[in-house]
């Protein structure tokens, strides 16, 4: 079946330092792929919806300078959080959507997540 | 009014119990209906997609209630495995079918 890597999966840093998180599709192209964040006892909140060859849809209240999104290919899309600080720990997940199958069941697939830890 | 709402919980059962969980969400536009099954520090996992007529998967029946904007999981014979979140997910506004909008979650523990 259609798997999404993602990686690293556990991350600690310190204040200030920029983390790069990337997703894989690994079976299957991926036009659209989308990053989630989840805070502790909270849903996954979408923060954007990468697309391949173009620039990134935020949703509102997320900083695009500071989430910086780029699809450059059908399989990977990065996120990467810069200048960190103690208030972006969180766990990041991406997903990405078969669109070539388009399997109504299963409307996306998801990567194992990243949790960041920020010091 | 957040666009899916869920109990929170955590319903604490026996094993072998019957559980259900009940969702409502806000946007009377939605096409999709979704429960995904989320476990500790662990991404979501598609547990069953809810449909108008209901659907079964073994111990799982959803249901779907569009007049009332509401989506039920019902879970018999309680295993300890079923420990988990549990998140009422339904497509976004204005959005198609992508987009996915979840749940705070419903906590399940099952004890023995």
């Known amino acids: 079946g259609a798997v999404v890597s993602q990686h690293p999966s556990w991350v600690i840093c310190k204040s200030g330092t920029s983390v790069k998180i990337e997703c894989r599709s690994l079976d299957f192209q991926a036009t659209t792929m989308f990053w989630y964040r989840q805070f502790p006892k909270q849903s996954l909140m979408l923060m954007a919806t990468?697309?391949?060859?173009?620039?990134?849809?935020?949703e509102q209240g997320v900083e695009k300078d500071k989430f910086l999104i780029n699809h450059a290919s059908l399989t990977l899309s990065t996120l990467t959080v810069t200048s960190a600080h103690p208030e972006d720990s969180s766990f990041y997940i991406c997903?990405?959507?078969?669109?070539?199958?388009?399997?109504?069941?299963?409307?996306?697939?998801f990567g194992d997540g990243t949790r960041l830890s920020i010091l | 009014r957040k666009e899916v709402e869920q109990d929170p919980g955590p319903f604490n059962v026996p094993e072998g119990a019957t559980v259900a969980f009940n969702c409502t969400y806000s946007?009377?536009?939605?096409?999709?209906f979704f429960w995904y099954r989320q476990d500790c520090r662990k991404e979501p996992k598609l547990l069953m997609s809810?449909?108008?007529s209901g659907n079964e998967d073994g111990r799982f029946t959803a249901q779907l209630n569009r007049a009332s904007q509401y989506i039920s999981l019902l879970i018999r014979d309680s295993k300890l495995s079923d420990s988990a979140t549990y998140l009422c997910?339904?497509?976004?506004?204005?959005?198609?079918?992508?987009?996915?909008?979840f749940g705070t979650g419903t906590r399940l523990l099952v004890s023995p």
């Open positions: 990468s697309n391949e060859g173009s620039k990134a849809t935020y």
């Open positions: 809810v449909y108008s």
């Open positions: 946007n009377s536009a939605s096409q999709s």
């Open positions: 997903s990405a959507r078969d669109n070539l199958r388009q399997i109504s069941n299963q409307p996306q697939h």
């Open positions: 997910v339904v497509n976004g506004r204005n959005t198609g079918f992508q987009k996915l909008v």
